[in-house]
């Protein structure tokens, strides 16, 4: 079975302060790593995803994550918050060496608030 | 917009009746997801559907079933509803197997 793991329900960061959302995952094979985030009233949107290659996987509004094998952690970084990233984030994973497995299998979500 | 339609927005109903909800995929996509959406389960995988056939089952109850159709549109049907059952249901789709989801807004249903 795959799953993920948000060990924090809530996170504050100060404007202008870098933030760190955490993410560890559990597969039986290789994993394929995926950050959304939701705003109020709107569905996920994409953030950024691991498939292979570079550990430091770059994406949307500034943010990075970063794929760490031997502690199965996928965090969600941005080197200066935003207000305007206050939201609700969630981790994702999908086990690719399960053949015909195209589900993604979310975290519990952590809510994000950037405080001016 | 991310492309995908879900309708409607809202829906408000009683426990024992029954609803459809809908959603288009974007243009292109071949693969449909449905996801619930609770404060106490959090995001939860119901089903996939690809090209018109069940591809995957995740946490979907008896009482709900769905089906893609020909033009590739799907529809989550919901049944016997109960309070519990209240939550925002998320439609999502993809263009293959290694590709992000796109998300539809969502559909709260409200079971009172």
């Given amino acids: 079975a795959q799953s993920v793991a948000q060990p924090e329900d809530q996170v504050n ?17 290789n994993p394929y790593l995926f950050w959304y985030v939701q705003y109020p009233n709107r569905g996920l949107q994409f953030l950024l995803k691991y498939i292979t290659g570079d550990n430091l996987v770059k994406g949307s509004y500034g943010f ?32 690719r060496s399960y053949f015909g497995n195209e589900k993604l299998t979310f975290g519990t979500g952590t809510r994000l608030t950037i405080i001016p | ?15 024992g009746q029954r609803v459809t909800l809908r959603c288009s995929p974007r243009s292109g996509d071949l693969s449909v997801y449905w996801y619930q ?12 559907y690809y ?18 159709f020909p033009d590739l549109h799907s529809e989550l049907n919901l049944s016997s509803l109960e309070l519990g059952d209240s939550a925002l249901y998320f439609c999502a789709s993809s263009g293959g197997r290694n590709e992000k989801l796109f998300f539809g807004s969502g559909t709260q249903l409200s079971v009172l």
Avoid: M, W
């Avoid at chain 2, 959406?37 to 996939?48: E, H, N, W």
């Fill in chain 1, 64 to 95: 990075e994550a970063e794929f760490n094998k031997s502690q199965t952690s996928f965090h969600l970084k941005k080197p200066s918050a935003l207000v305007s990233d206050s939201a609700l984030y969630f981790c994702a994973v999908r086990d």
């Fill in chain 2, 51 to 68: 090209n018109g056939e069940e591809r995957a089952k995740g946490n979907i109850l008896e009482r709900f079933s769905a089906q893609q």
């Fill in chain 1, 13 to 29: 960061v100060a404007e202008g302060n870098p933030l760190t959302v955490k993410c560890t995952y559990s597969v039986s094979g």
């Fill in chain 2, 1 to 15: 917009d991310s492309g995908v339609t879900q309708t409607p927005k809202h829906l408000i109903t009683a426990t």
């Fill in chain 2, 37 to 48: 959406q609770s404060l106490d389960q959090g995001l939860q995988f119901l089903i996939q």
